[in-house]
């Protein structure tokens, strides 16, 4: 088992979180989860079906009335802030069942999501999203601007609420089990997406089973297991560790 990697200066965080504990109803889910991700890096949180992957980005985006456990944003601590307000914050989040406006058209489904555009601490602009750029990004949606969003497969879908999540201009990204139940050209296709926005200065943080996938975008890797961080490390250092990948990610 790897140890837990040395803190970051608090310079380079972008999302600093401590302390996680959730529940849905009387059931506990998360157990004093932690974890962080830097400016430009793409971070894997991993683990098998109900380990408390989609409840923990669902915990950081304040989606759970019941939780507990320090966030903070940017510098802001937003633990008990609402989903607008972590939303208009700069923390953008792709849910796993997609949620398109299926009788809205691409275009506009991105006009849902646009935000004014932001700058970093430092001052410098951070990445700015049209839909010029998202149809570069995304060459399928760029053939259907005014197809409604209940008349796209699945894979379309998923690249429409991934571009409408960055018409919100976001310095980070939660992208929840991008590679599940879509195509394999889809997975490639998101895999190069990911890190097109990596090189753009955006930061991402995904939930993720498929090892291959996890390994060809991330950095850095959490496990969790039962609602626990069982593992932390680099994606280089969990790709070589079997015995960590056996015991909480095998099926």
Not at 210 to 239: P, W
Request: proline share 6%; net charge neutral; hydrophobic share 40%.
């Amino acid at each position: 088992m790897s140890a837990p990697t040395a803190p970051t200066t608090t310079a380079e965080l972008l999302l600093d979180a401590s302390g996680l504990n959730a529940w849905y109803g009387a059931a506990q889910i998360l157990f004093d989860v932690g974890l962080q991700v830097r400016r430009g890096e793409v971070v894997a949180l991993m683990g098998r079906n109900g380990a408390g992957k989609s409840t923990t980005l669902k915990t950081l985006m304040g989606l759970l009335t019941k939780r507990r456990g320090s966030v903070q944003f940017m510098g802001r601590d937003i633990s008990r802030a609402q989903p607008h307000e972590i939303a208009r914050a700069g923390l953008g989040f792709v849910p796993e069942d997609r949620r398109v406006f299926t009788d809205l058209t691409v275009l506009e489904n991105f006009e849902v999501g646009r935000q004014p555009p932001r700058r970093w601490p430092d001052g410098s602009e951070a990445p700015l999203w049209t839909a010029e750029r998202l149809f570069q990004l995304f060459p399928n949606l760029g053939e259907m601007p005014d197809r409604p969003g209940g008349r796209m497969s699945g894979g379309e879908q998923q690249m429409l609420t991934v571009a409408r999540t960055l018409m919100g201009n976001p310095f980070l990204v939660l992208l929840d089990e991008p590679s599940e139940g879509v195509a394999p050209v889809i997975v490639e296709q998101m895999a190069h997406m990911i890190l097109a926005l990596k090189a753009q200065g955006v930061s991402i943080l995904l939930s993720e089973q498929n090892m291959h996938f996890a390994e060809l975008v991330s950095d850095r890797a959490y496990v969790l297991e039962k609602g626990q961080m069982r593992y932390t490390g680099s994606m280089a250092e969990l790709a070589a560790n079997e015995e960590v990948r056996r015991a909480y990610l095998s099926v």
